[in-house]
């Protein structure tokens, strides 16, 4: 097996490892019922945007697809920060709200420990890595589109 095909089968395994992740991820966001306000629908909406690029890229590996999935996943990247920060500042406020007189160490531990898991949005930064590992140096980058 030549080194190219060998590349071509590593891009579709992080492709595919990273449309797992993405779609584990909607399936805990339904099964934890993760939609009760606009914000907690920003998971969801990335997921099937990154999924959709993800299939895009699998069938039709243009230019054009490389870089939108590059664009996309960037935005994954920055909803799962986002996800993280809005994770750690709802524990920090229910930690104020149950106990005022925390100090900052309890207020840290209570951050990194709340109801809202830290590492929860984290997996979308993951998979966004993972599907833009895939497109370094792609060779569909070297040509022009048809």
């Given at each position: 097996?030549?080194?190219?095909?060998?590349?071509?089968?590593?891009?579709?395994?992080?492709?595919?490892?990273?449309?797992?992740?993405?779609?584990?991820?909607?399936?805990?966001?339904?099964?934890?019922?993760?939609?009760?306000?606009?914000?907690?629908?920003?998971?969801?909406?990335?997921?099937?945007?990154?999924l959709?690029?993800?299939?895009?890229?699998?069938?039709?590996?243009?230019?054009?697809?490389?870089?939108?999935?590059?664009?996309?996943?960037?935005?994954v990247?920055?909803?799962?920060?986002?996800?993280?920060y809005?994770?750690?500042?709802?524990?920090?406020?229910?930690e104020?709200e149950?106990?005022p007189?925390?100090?900052?160490?309890?207020?840290?531990?209570?951050?990194?420990?709340?109801?809202?898991?830290?590492?929860?949005?984290?997996?979308?930064?993951?998979?966004?890595?993972?599907?833009?590992?895939?497109?370094?140096?792609?060779p569909?980058?070297k040509g022009?589109?048809?």
């Amino acid at each position: 097996m030549n080194h190219a095909a060998v590349l071509a089968r590593l891009r579709r395994f992080l492709l595919a490892l990273s449309a797992a992740l993405l779609t584990g991820t909607l399936l805990e966001l339904w099964l934890t019922e993760h939609a009760e306000s606009f914000v907690q629908l920003i998971p969801h909406v990335l997921c099937v945007l990154g999924l959709a690029a993800i299939l895009v890229m699998l069938l039709r590996p243009r230019r054009i697809t490389v870089l939108c999935l590059r664009v996309l996943m960037l935005l994954v990247a920055a909803g799962a920060l986002f996800g993280v920060y809005n994770h750690v500042w709802n524990n920090i406020a229910f930690e104020r709200e149950i106990n005022p007189k925390a100090g900052v160490g309890e207020m840290v531990l209570a951050a990194l420990g709340g109801a809202n898991p830290l590492l929860a949005p984290g997996i979308l930064g993951v998979a966004a890595a993972l599907a833009m590992a895939a497109t370094y140096y792609h060779p569909a980058l070297k040509g022009n589109d048809e």
